[in-house]
């Protein structure tokens, strides 16, 4: 199991790997103005790393890059293309039986996606043309071309993505904004403001809550604010080890950026390769890394939001204060309903000198749990700790590539010989939890042990770095996969909740048991796939994360089958004490259930802030209240 | 199942006789046999000991405990070792030796007592799918002894899991055969539990353990106890708040609950039972007066039938009901009183339970013949008998009766066979039946007289009662038709409400339904052409008369009984009586008025009426129950009973309510 900090570089380069220069494009309908900042530029970096059309490198209808996805070869093998994953161009020889026996789908029963947006299913936009012409007059780049309008009208839940590819449109913005800095957004707000629109805020677009949704009700014009170009890093300050950030960067570049600096954020959501910090503080975002770093709520020193009451902030740096209700709280998880977050300041620490990937099979998901609760208990959670249930475990092993040697294969052979008859784990029910440690190299092997040893009490075998690291793999490839189930009558998604530690187990089974049970009831031809994994651990509890997917051949009506089968789920969930939601957020998709969450003085107090801060309701996404 | 219906002989009606393909081969390859169920998919395999080794380490347990130590200065250990002890006293060894044991020697004894046992074949194969899916509850009826012996028997004769079983304590305690009842998978509760704190919290996390871990399907009888009368009994609920708390709290994702109707043509302790009724005490369980019993062994019992219903989701009958977030706030392992709106769940379920339980318990002949019998106790030419039993044959299959009539029989055989099966009850002479008094030493006083009719009259009264159920709702607007002041719905409606109250000790009736019920009870008259409706009012119909009163008469003795234990409390009784006194003073006062002739019918002697009377009036708040010196003292409140018997009496045998007053 040796390794050194090789893999650390790795995966980082993994991820900074998945941008790559791109000339400066020419494409908004009007040139922006450079923007004045009054900080200098920390870094002179000459590439836009989100392009204002991102549909030139994006998927319009469906997850991530135009050049990675998933598809069956000729041979009927799967494979993944491009170049900018670990897996690209790899064959992936174990997938096709897995995903036929897992959905009883077959490669012959294609459900192909609508190749290209058809514009005319796209109606006109309904211009408020004093704005227009306002922003226009402030030097604001701004759009109302189709494409970019349908691109910011959803997230990536399963009904917003399954209706672009059958190349139905619903509401979508009727004009596009990209401000370059705070000040831009200012003029913006002020302008929405005198002319009453309705201004939805829009980072990375990776909301699985239905937030980016237009709300039906909306008759005003609706207008996309778009913060992907205010993405620079305004100064990073070594001795207090803080970093000033506009709030439209995304996870991967302010990554890269401070690596370069010698430092990160270790803030690494599953969606870092395209969500941006506001969106992060405006749906309380959780980290895979948040054991050493924190979740969001925890990394802020210091958030800038532009509200239609004007410019919200704190006025010092100062680590902790007790100045009455931390107003950081209504910003965070606010949903983009008060306002746009500009400027962020967030703790920076300096990347680790070491870094080292794990795994531990487990003979069975009780087990697997206990462990997690007893490093839990005993505060020694590396970075990262998550446990895999059994199907997750088999779905892991379906994307294991080709192995080049015969020698490699007979490892694997071996290994699972020795697991499965040699220590009599039943292949059925065992599981693995993936490890991730962090920090100065005779620590982390010292850490490493004591979580190999508590892991041993349970039950557990080390399962090598490969398992481990895949499990992570797995978890940026997973939206890809979705799309590659689409083209074959396959739909599915996560969400996730939070438990305290001794009703885990109860709320996995009765959540998935649930799944299966709603299906079957509403006539779901094959069993589904639903899985989940313990994916944090906390003092009090942990963050579960559920997949539930199905073949939905001879279903007139999919989605909506979908949609009462999750809402059944997270109706199971509530009633086994999890929470409404650990990091997703609320959106328009889980409003109905904020009252019993927060008590109806809760939501009160929520709506009173919303009223204070924005009575004409120019932030009219809709979401959360 | 992979029995098909041919190889097990399955009859047109779904039954096959168990028995059939036992007596074509050995007890002792049957005992040996290969036994593998299908068990549930979510159990995780322990042991007895662990299992009771988690119900002492529970946190549960723990908090209880040193609720316990801060009230009773108790040391924690001492408390612990208490509770070991108790668990040791009630824990269930299974063992699938034994069950092979019992397998052999029930084999034997019930190929000879029973011609036949008949079970439904596709309550079986749906039982095997249901124990696989989740933790499984078997609620069967009460009616004999035999009861769970039956049940074990039949799961391991195809392959189900052999359920663990609640028994009394009275069985633990015979010698050897307790030991094999524990090893056979009975765990054994004590009758009075009262506020035995650290008892109560062994036992119900012990049920619990159970349920969760899905150790085994549990049995338990959700009427508490053997019902004397045969008829059903207002069910128990503490052990099925038990059972179903893992389902609450989401420990388990479901309970499926198995009603199960268990019906003995003839039943084995019958004569036992009547006596018991008329304050004869039941025997002590012993291994000695088992052996004892073995005469009746030698009997013969006729047919047997076994009803496994379909499963009952709890899941899906909560629904809506029950908000489980309460459960969110505070940690599951606490020890929590169940909401209100918890309690009427559980007990709603109870009863819906006992419903489901008398909708599928199969009846035979016999069953009517005394439900006519009873109705002319002097004897009746046996080719009327015969009439009127197969007139109520098409009554009561109207009213939904489960019944089994044998094939290709003519009618007057299974009447003689009826009789002759129930010689202990009835015989036939010169044409004509009667009810069979026990021969006993020659001249008798007058009230051993009346007691040995009364104990004939017993007798036939429990076969009615296997089947009264079905007459109960139709029998109970008949009366309130009787006794209302007009044919106006709504003041039949308001009589038939009072009955229903009155009588919910005596016949089951879910709380809160009283309109369904009487909308069950109308419509079952209605189709039967018995009765008319237009819109405000209910009338009989020219030719609906003869059922109208033959329905009453089947609820004559339990109102004539009701309305004796009335004049007793209002005329006779002092204002406070104790339990003991009451049940002794009745039935003298009973014993009295059959003599001279003012009562008439001998079921006013049976001492469940009289417990049931005394809960009634206690519900309807005419009757208060303090303890002192740990005896239950009545405080009549006279009025009021006399309110309730007015009610009852109003317009009813007019006769019998003028004497009283007299």
């Known amino acids: ?625 | 199942m992979n029995t098909s219906a041919d190889a097990l002989g399955a009859e047109a009606d779904g039954f096959f006789d168990m028995l059939e393909e036992r007596r074509r081969s050995s007890d002792l390859s049957y005992a040996f046999r290969s036994f593998n169920p299908l068990p549930y998919r979510g159990a995780t395999d322990i042991s007895a000991s662990t299992l009771n080794r988690m119900v002492l380490e529970s946190q549960y347990l723990s908090y209880v405990i040193q609720e316990i130590m801060l009230e009773s200065d108790e040391p924690r250990e001492m408390l612990l070792e208490e509770a070991s002890a108790l668990l040791d006293e009630m824990s269930q060894n299974l063992q699938l030796g034994f069950i092979r044991l019992l397998g052999y020697a029930m084999n034997k004894v019930f190929k000879s007592v029973f011609s036949s046992i008949h079970v439904n074949e596709d309550g079986l194969t749906r039982l095997q799918q249901a124990i696989q899916e989740y933790p499984v509850i078997l609620l069967p009826n009460h009616r004999s002894y035999m009861d769970f012996l039956v049940l074990s028997y039949i799961m391991f004769t195809y392959d189900l899991s052999i359920p663990v079983i609640a028994a009394g304590i009275p069985l633990m305690g015979m010698k050897l055969i307790g030991e094999i009842f524990r090893r056979s998978g009975a765990f054994f509760i004590r009758r009075a539990i009262g506020s035995d704190k650290l008892y109560w919290a062994v036992l119900s996390e012990y049920v619990r353990t159970i349920v969760r871990t899905g150790y085994a399907p549990l049995e338990f009888y959700i009427e508490g106890l053997r019902s004397r009368t045969l008829k059903s009994l207002t069910p128990k609920l503490g052990m099925l708040h038990m059972v179903l708390e893992p389902f609450f709290k989401g420990e388990v994702f479901d309970i499926s609950l198995v009603p199960i109707s268990i019906s003995y043509e003839r039943v084995l302790e019958e004569s036992l039972l009547a006596h018991e009724l008329l304050g004869v005490p039941k025997p002590k369980e012993t291994t000695g007066a088992l052996l004892k019993a073995r005469t009746v062994l030698k009997e013969n019992y006729g047919c047997m039938h076994v009803f496994f219903g379909n499963p009952v989701s709890v899941r899906d009958l909560v629904k809506g009901k029950i908000n489980h977030r309460q459960y969110n706030l505070v940690p599951r392992d606490l020890p929590m009183k169940p909401s209100k709106e918890m309690q009427e769940f559980v007990s709603g379920l109870a009863h819906t339970i006992i419903r489901l339980q008398e909708r599928n318990v199969v009846l035979s002949a016999w069953n009517l013949m005394a439900v006519v019998l009873l109705q002319n106790l002097q004897g009746i030419d046996l080719d009327l008998l015969t009439q009127k039993t197969l007139w109520l044959r098409r009554l009561a299959q109207r009213f939904g009766a489960h019944l089994r009539w044998p094939e290709n029989v003519s009618d007057s055989e299974v009447m003689s066979s009826s009789v002759s099966l129930h010689h202990s009850v009835v015989r036939c002479e010169g044409g004509r039946v009667y009810l069979v008094e026990e021969e006993g030493p020659g001249p008798v006083t007058q009230e051993e007289g009346v007691f040995k009719q009364a104990a004939a009259v017993l007798m036939c009264a429990s076969y009615r009662n296997q089947a009264v159920h079905v007459f109960t709702r139709p029998a109970m607007v008949a009366v309130a038709m009787t006794t209302a002041a007009s044919h106006r719905t709504d003041d039949i409606f308001h009589n038939f409400t009072f009955l229903l109250e009155l009588f919910s000790n005596e016949f089951v009736v879910i709380p809160g339904q009283a309109v369904q019920d009487f909308e069950e009870g109308c419509s079952l008259l209605q189709e039967s052409g018995v009765i008319g409706r237009s819109d405000e009012e209910i009338y009989v119909k020219d030719n609906g008369q003869e059922t109208i009163i033959f329905l009453r008469a089947i609820l004559q003795p339990f109102i004539e009984s009701y309305q004796v234990v009335f004049r007793y409390l209002c005329e006779e009784s002092s204002q406070t009586l104790s339990e003991k006194m009451f049940s002794t003073n009745i039935r003298s006062f009973i014993m009295k008025l059959l003599i001279s002739g003012e009562v008439q019918s001998y079921e006013c002697l049976s001492s469940d009426l009289h417990k049931n009377v005394l809960s009634a009036l206690l519900r309807m708040d005419a009757v208060t129950k303090t303890k002192v010196d740990d005896q239950n003292e009545f405080s009549v409140n006279k009025p009021a009973v006399k309110k309730i018997w007015d009610m009852l009496s109003h317009g009813w045998t007019p006769q019998i309510s003028v004497d009283a007053r007299l």
């Not at chain 1, 913005?173 to 929405?192: G, Y």
């Not at chain 1, 207008?223 to 992907?228: E, I, M, P």
């Open chain 1, 1 to 625: 199991m040796a390794s050194n900090s090789s893999s650390a570089q790795q995966r980082l380069r993994i991820i900074a790997g998945h941008l790559q220069k791109r000339p400066e494009e020419e494409n908004a309908s009007v040139a922006a103005q450079e923007c004045k900042a009054e900080a200098p530029r920390s870094e002179p970096s000459s590439a836009t790393p989100v392009p204002r059309r991102r549909q030139e490198i994006m998927k319009w209808n469906g997850w991530g890059y135009s050049d990675s996805r998933f598809l069956f070869n000729k041979k009927g093998q799967a494979e993944f293309t491009g170049k900018r994953y670990r897996l690209s161009g790899l064959i992936l020889p174990s997938l096709k039986d897995w995903f036929e026996g897992t959905f009883g789908a077959n490669l012959q029963h294609r459900s192909p996606a609508t190749p290209s947006l058809n514009l005319s299913a796209v109606a006109p936009p309904h211009l408020n043309q004093p704005f227009v012409e306002d922003l226009k007059a402030a030097g604001l780049s701004v759009s109302h071309d189709p494409e970019d309008r349908v691109f910011r009208a959803h997230g990536h839940c399963l009904h917003e993505v399954f209706a672009l590819r059958e190349g139905r449109i619903g509401r979508v913005p009727d004009v596009v904004v990209w401000p370059s800095c705070h000040n831009d957004v200012e003029k913006i707000v002020e302008l929405a403001c005198k002319h009453n629109v309705c201004l939805i805020p829009y980072g990375g677009g990776t909301s699985v809550s239905s937030a980016l949704e237009c709300p039906r009700e909306e008759t005003r014009s609706i207008v996309s604010l778009d913060t992907s170009q205010m993405n620079r890093i305004l100064w990073i300050d070594e001795k207090n080890l803080t970093a000033h950030v506009e709030a439209g960067i995304i996870g991967q570049d302010l990554e890269r950026q401070l690596n370069e600096r010698g430092y990160c954020t270790g803030h690494e959501p599953d969606s870092m390769e395209f969500s941006s910090l506001g969106g992060w503080v405006a749906t309380r975002a959780s980290g895979m890394k948040k054991n050493i770093y924190g979740n969001i709520e925890d990394l802020v020193v210091h958030i800038k939001m532009v509200t239609p009451r004007g410019v919200i902030e704190k006025s010092c740096l100062g680590p902790r204060m007790s100045t009455g209700p931390d107003i950081h709280h209504f910003i965070l998880g606010s949903e983009g309903t008060l306002g746009v977050v500009t400027e962020v300041t967030l703790k920076i620490r300096p990347v680790p000198e070491y870094q080292k990937y794990g795994s531990v099979v487990f003979p069975n998901f009780q087990q697997g749990v206990a462990c997690l609760r007893e490093v839990a208990r005993q505060r020694c959670a590396p970075a990262s700790i998550r446990l895999m249930d059994n199907e997750q475990f088999q779905f892991g092993h379906a994307l294991k590539p080709q192995v080049s040697s015969i020698f490699t294969s007979f490892l694997d052979g071996l290994k699972k010989f020795y697991i499965t008859k040699f220590k009599g784990f039943d292949p059925h029910h065992l599981c693995v939890a993936t490890l991730l440690f962090e920090g100065d190299r005779g620590k982390v092997l010292q850490h490493e042990k004591q979580v190999y040893d508590i892991a041993a009490k349970f039950g557990g075998l080390a399962a090598g770095e490969d398992n481990g690291q895949r499990g992570y793999m797995l978890t940026f490839v997973i939206a890809y996969l979705r799309d590659l189930g689409m083209d074959y009558y396959v739909i599915g998604e996560s969400f996730e909740t939070s438990v305290p530690w001794d009703r885990v187990l109860d709320l996995c089974r009765n959540v998935k048991e649930r799944i299966v049970r709603e299906c079957k009831e509403r006539g779901v031809q094959f069993p589904p796939l639903s899985t989940c994994r313990v994916t944090q651990t906390y003092d009090a509890g942990a963050c579960v994360y559920f997949y539930f997917a199905f073949n939905y051949r001879g279903l007139s009506d999919p989605v909506h089958i979908y949609e009462q089968v999750e809402h059944a789920a997270r109706e199971e969930i509530l009633a086994n004490g999890g929470s409404l939601s650990h990091h997703h957020g609320v959106g328009k998709l889980r409003k109905e259930w904020m009252k019993a969450s927060v008590s109806g003085v809760g939501l009160g107090m929520l709506k009173s802030v919303k009223e204070y801060v924005d009575p004409q309701n120019i932030f009219g996404n809709g979401n959360l209240l």
